[in-house]
């Protein structure tokens, strides 16, 4: 009776301790580290978050690479817009290092303005 009863401590401690040891990912503010910055803004930001893209209608190559452009301003990076392609929903600019090697290909979306990188 006594075993029986210890038994069973044993396994309602272990399971009530269960969730505690999880090995989830610890939460952070955002998704990434407050040393770490993410190459395109927050996708929800915050009090401390940064903007991500131009929040209005893009509707030309033009207007999509003078968002970028201004994206970049912004930051203090150094990158040329390359080739930009335009298609339904988006256009897909090309990013350059400044001596014209191609860094990354990024998305700009037409409704909302919004910069996310394709890599």
């Known amino acids: ?66 968002v970028l452009e201004q994206y970049f301003e912004g930051t203090g990076r150094k990158v040329g817009i390359g080739n930009i392609e335009e298609r339904r929903w988006f256009f897909i600019a090309e990013l350059l290092s400044p001596e014209g090697v191609l860094i990354d290909k990024a998305i700009v979306d037409k409704r909302t303005g919004r910069i996310r990188s394709i890599y």
Do not use: N
């Open 1 to 66: 009776m006594v075993v029986r009863m210890l038994v069973m401590i044993v396994i309602a401690i272990v399971l009530i301790s269960l969730p505690a040891a999880s090995s989830a990912q610890p939460w952070r503010y955002g998704m990434h580290d407050k040393y770490e910055r993410p190459p395109y803004g927050q996708f929800c930001p915050g009090l401390r978050g940064d903007p991500y893209g131009a929040r209005r209608l893009v509707r030309t190559t033009d207007e999509a690479k003078q």
